[in-house]
Nanobody, 125 residues
């Protein structure tokens, strides 16, 4: 499956942004999905994940109660609603998919086989 992330941009501290990730085929339906981010000079870090059904979600402590991940299996899209943004949220955000029907450590980047190209999110102070 190929993934295309979009929706990044520049926003002020306290603002909101919505990221989306479009998948190319129906293998998306049975794929557990995640969002990661990478700030300059830092390692890629886990942000949020969602099971293939869209029922169970997981969040990094740093974004819990501010970000919401969701999955639309009819439109093959993954979303990340980001509220109350902080300057430390500035990073390139990547969507990722596990192999269809596969489950592993949702917070580890090595669990994901397919990656989008990334979209820049910049939060000004």
């Amino acid at each position: 499956v190929q993934l295309q992330a979009y929706g990044g941009g520049l926003v002020q501290h306290g603002g909101s942004l919505s990221l989306s990730c479009a998948a190319t085929d129906s293998t998306f339906i049975k794929s557990n999905m995640g969002w990661f981010r990478q700030a300059p000079g830092k390692e890629r870090e886990f942000v949020a994940a969602i099971t293939w059904t869209g029922i169970t979600t997981y969040y990094a402590d740093s974004v819990k109660d501010r970000f919401t991940i969701s999955k639309n299996n009819r439109e093959y899209t993954l979303h990340l609603q980001m509220n109350s943004l902080k300057p430390e949220d500035t990073a390139v955000y990547y969507c990722a998919a596990m192999r269809s029907g596969y489950y592993s450590n949702y917070a580890s980047a090595v669990s994901y086989e397919y990656w989008g190209q990334g979209t820049q999110v910049t939060v000004s102070s």
